[in-house]
């Protein structure tokens, strides 16, 4: 069975209306992440926050974040 790690990094950008936005790590990494992971259930965060995430499998075989919260 495969561990889950909390991971870190910053919101880089958010789409209010799109809903969208990205989460880059220390190591450069760049994640998608719909608003809907965002924890609190607000499904908003703003840019610049430093936030802790997990990584599950997402659409297309894709990665992405989910429980997205400040730090």
Do not use: K, N, Y
């Not at 991971?7 to 958010?14: A, C, D, H, L, N």
């Not at 659409?59 to 997205?68: A, C, I, K, S, Y």
């Amino acid at each position: 069975m495969a561990r889950v790690t909390e991971r870190s990094g910053i919101v880089e950008e958010f789409d209010e209306d799109g809903g969208q936005g990205t989460i880059v790590e220390p190591s450069g990494a760049r994640w998608w992440f719909h608003c809907t992971a965002v924890s609190d259930g607000s499904r908003t965060i703003p840019t610049d926050t430093a936030v802790a995430f997990t990584l599950v499998p997402g659409h297309l075989g894709r990665f992405e974040p989910t429980g997205v919260r400040p730090l």
